[in-house]
């Protein structure tokens, strides 16, 4: 074990000496680390002090449950969620019918080359064709790839590996079996696959969301949330690898992402930075010692005795990938609407289909008894030889040549924001000095206009659309600091948070200066991936008896969400016009006309906040106490922490406080948000207001009051439900759906009117559509309790009947 060690930080003593030579050379770290790898591997012939790096080889269980992990996971943690999401066609396209042709085409030009078994050759073709995570990775952020084209490579690299391992784990088990490719084992091979990646997916996911709920639930320290993320790491990847038998590198991706988006978004930033750090220097360990046993774990002698053969099947994977690259990518952009992939991101994305440590350990996997075992373990050192050798040494001058490596407009931008920052900081420190008599202020002038004059030799020039982008941008970064300042003092709550960030990235990508003027001529917002999702829940559970209970807390949350939303906007489009205000390097008009534009959000903003207000006055007090208490005290508990972390306040101190502020926060969330209802609010309604109190008080245990947005549905056309509602505040609307698809508005519905009454006919399936035109507060009453009641109250049995006959009438009873 000692020698292990010692071997193992030898080789880190290697790495780093070769990263800090070799750093002003433009050779990929990981090509370096291999080459270095076989001269070490060639001189431990000769040298006897070098023999113990004989025993120090690539294994399957090195690479999958102590390298893999690691380096899929911190691939996953810095991965763009929400960028991945948005190209997940054309990834999985490349990550699973791409890797199934290439291991097509490789696995029978193998056949047809060498003559040996077909499905030991399919075997081969699995096991190469996967695009290697850990060499793409490694190679795309030193590159510093475009975000795009890094999305699609890296993305596709970490889920195809996925698909090769299932793959070649089926091939594998019909070759010991003795068995043939049918029909029949091509279906099973099909579930088993989906079950494997879907599975892994769903392990990845749960796992994420409850160590993200477990941090956040029991405030952990920052060594905590570092150790769970290891745990997330690799507890995750073994459970569902070895336990569940489903995909461990599906499982790490999502686990990653999940806690990326869920987790880390509602802990501090600085916290995010260190765990960032800490991830980026386990990457860098796993990295350097993975592709160091790389280059050791290779035979030149045995490759060069095959080196015709390894070159033709190198031709014939190159060729499966361009294959599969080629005919897939313009398939996906049409059949997905995606944005343009041009040909020079094509090129990239087939040369850098590397191949790495995760080929090697799956070959090396293979039972000894398999006949053609040494062939096909020389044919994959040879193939993830020439591809670290040649596609990665070559895909930095292809990328310069292909122009992929030129700034794009937003890049430039912050170039030129970057040295213009950069120049003044230094100009204001030499000033500084200069004060302080330290310097003279001829030496200051002339440094301050030396430096000044080589930023601006490299700083790009921006045209006016960038001029207009630039300050949008400034906006942007504004909104983003300031809502993340919410978030941190306990204003808006995470699920805000992520609406509006996720909104803000739309901006960022769809901004041109047409879309702009029309934010100034339209009020119309289009309704975000969250706003759909909350959509979605309401249809699903509004009608539905059971669970009345959760829609009604449901609905109290989307209110106060809702408030926060408004409460966020009115905060950070101020900050952006004050932002704007001061701002004297940015283009002048295009920061009036921006500045007005935000004037307008902000005065939208108010007057939806007053509009909630004026509509549910009671149970908009009550969530704003409680969203203020919530910040107020979660600001007491951060100064609190600050004082204490810098020496202000003594240990007892900061319990103390702690403490208290902790039983002020449990005695607020006791309080909960509840609007109350009443005998008066009863009284409203026409239907009920000529009964006793007596009776109303009886009424009462069966009504549950329930509010609706503005837009909501209520109840939808064709859906089930045996409820009636009557409206206590707002207005909204009945519609009915035509023959020829046109929309017919049956009338308006204000308060005291009631809908539903269908279901007392027996007929639970709804005939029109109510959707609220106003924020509304409807009274619900269940079929069962209502015909109890009308049957005891003659006047409200009565008035029922006239009203689902006067509809019946009509044709349209609700």
Excluded at 31 to 58: M, T
Excluded at 334 to 351: G, T, Y
Excluded at 584 to 591: C, E, M, P, T, V
Excluded at 657 to 670: C, D, I, K, M, P
Aim: glycine share 6%; hydrophobic share 50%; with cysteine.
């Amino acid at each position: 074990m000692a020698e292990v060690i010692l071997i193992s930080m030898a080789l880190l003593t290697i790495a780093m000496l070769a990263a800090g030579l070799f750093k002003n050379f433009s050779i990929p770290y990981t090509v370096l680390l291999v080459a270095i790898g076989l001269a070490l591997s060639e001189l431990s012939l000769f040298w006897s002090f070098l023999l113990p790096l004989h025993e120090f080889k690539l294994t399957p269980d090195l690479v999958f449950f102590v390298f893999l992990p690691a380096l899929i996971f911190e691939s996953g943690l810095s991965l763009d969620a929400r960028l991945l999401l948005k190209n997940l066609a054309p990834v999985l396209t490349l990550a699973v019918p791409a890797l199934l042709i290439s291991t097509t085409l490789v696995g029978f030009s193998v056949w047809l080359l060498l003559g040996i078994d077909l499905t030991v050759a399919l075997l081969f073709g699995a096991l190469i064709s996967a695009t290697d995570p850990v060499a793409v990775v490694a190679l795309f952020k030193e590159l510093g790839a475009p975000r795009r084209l890094n999305i699609l490579v890296e993305g596709e690299s970490l889920f195809n590996d996925a698909t090769a391992i299932v793959v070649f784990g089926i091939l594998l088990t019909m070759v010991l079996e003795g068995s043939s490719v049918t029909l029949m084992s091509t279906g099973a091979a099909v579930i088993e696959f989906f079950r494997v990646f879907i599975g892994g997916a769903v392990v990845g996911v749960l796992f994420g969301l409850l160590v993200s709920e477990m941090l956040f639930r029991l405030q952990s320290s920052t060594s905590a949330i570092l150790t769970m993320s290891i745990v997330t790491a690799y507890g995750g990847f073994i459970i569902a690898e070895h336990s569940l038998h489903v995909s461990g590198v599906m499982a790490t991706v999502s686990s990653a992402v999940t806690l990326s988006v869920y987790g880390l978004s509602r802990i501090a930033s600085d916290i995010k930075s260190i765990l960032a750090e800490t991830w980026e220097f386990v990457g860098l360990i796993a990295n350097s010692l993975l592709f160091l046993l790389v280059g050791l774990s290779i035979n030149t002698v045995n490759l060069f005795s095959d080196l015709f053969i390894i070159l033709v099947v190198v031709a014939f994977v190159q060729l499966a990938r361009a294959a599969s690259v080629y005919s897939l990518v313009p398939i996906t952009i049409r059949l997905f609407k995606l944005p343009l992939i041009s040909m020079a991101e094509r090129h990239i994305m087939w040369w850098g289909g590397l191949k790495g440590g995760l080929a090697i350990a799956i070959v090396l996997s293979i039972p000894e008894s398999l006949p053609g075992r040494d062939l096909l373990i020389n044919l994959t050192l040879g193939v993830v030889l020439f591809t670290l050798m040649v596609n990665a040494w070559t895909i930095r001058p292809l990328m310069k040549k292909l122009k992929l490596d030129c700034l794009t407009d937003d890049e430039k931008i912050e170039l030129e924001q970057g040295l213009k920052h950069a120049g003044q900081t230094s100009t204001e420190m030499l000033q500084s000095y200069v004060d302080l008599g330290i310097i003279q202020k001829k030496l200051s002038k002339k440094l301050s206009k030396k430096i000044t004059s080589i930023f601006s030799s490299v700083s790009p020039v921006i045209n006016d659309e960038q001029s207009w982008r630039e300050v949008y941008l400034a906006a942007l970064r504004e909104e983003f600091h300031s809502v993340d300042k919410l978030y941190k003092v306990g204003l808006i709550s995470q699920y805000t948070l992520l609406d509006i960030r996720n909104a803000l990235q739309l901006d960022r990508d769809s901004f041109n200066v047409t879309k702009l003027q029309n934010d100034i001529e339209s009020n119309v917002q289009p309704k975000s991936l969250f706003q759909r999702l909350e959509m979605w829940v309401l249809k699903e559970f509004r009608e539905k008896n059971w669970a009345i209970v959760f829609l009604s807390n449901y609905q109290r949350k989307r209110l106060s969400q809702r408030i926060q939303r408004d409460i966020a906007g009115i905060v950070m489009t101020q900050a952006v016009i004050e932002m704007l205000s001061s701002r004297d390097d940015l283009d002048k008009q295009a920061s009036r006309v921006i500045s007005g534009v935000y004037q307008q959000r902000l005065d939208r903003w108010k007057l939806r906040l007053e509009a909630l207000h004026n509509d549910f006055e009671q149970l908009f007090e009550n969530i704003e106490k409680e969203i203020f208490t919530l910040s107020s005290l979660k600001t007491a508990q951060d100064k609190a922490d600050f004082d204490f972390h810098h020496g202000e306040i003594g240990t007892k101190a900061h319990n103390k406080v702690t403490q208290t502020v902790n039983n002020l926060l449990n005695e607020s969330a006791n309080n909960g948000v509840e609007e109350q209802l009443s005998i008066k609010m009863i009284l409203s309604i026409p239907l009920f207001s000529s009964l006793s109190e007596d009776v109303l008080k009886l009424l009462l245990v069966h009504v549950r009051p329930v509010t609706f947005l503005s837009g909501d549905i209520i109840i939808g056309e064709g859906e089930k439900g045996d409820a009636l509602y009557i409206i206590s505040h707002g207005e909204a609307e009945a519609t009915k759906k035509l023959e020829n698809r046109e929309t017919k508005i049956l009338g308006k519905l204000k308060q005291g009117d009631f809908f539903g009454e269908q279901a007392l006919l027996g007929d639970h399936v709804r005939s029109a559509t109510v959707t609220a035109k106003t924020a509304m507060t409807l009274l619900r009453l269940r079929q069962t309790d209502i015909i109890k009641f009308a049957e005891k109250h003659i006047e409200v049995k009565q008035r029922l009947e006239q009203a689902r006959d006067d509809r019946a009438t009509d044709n349209h009873v609700l």
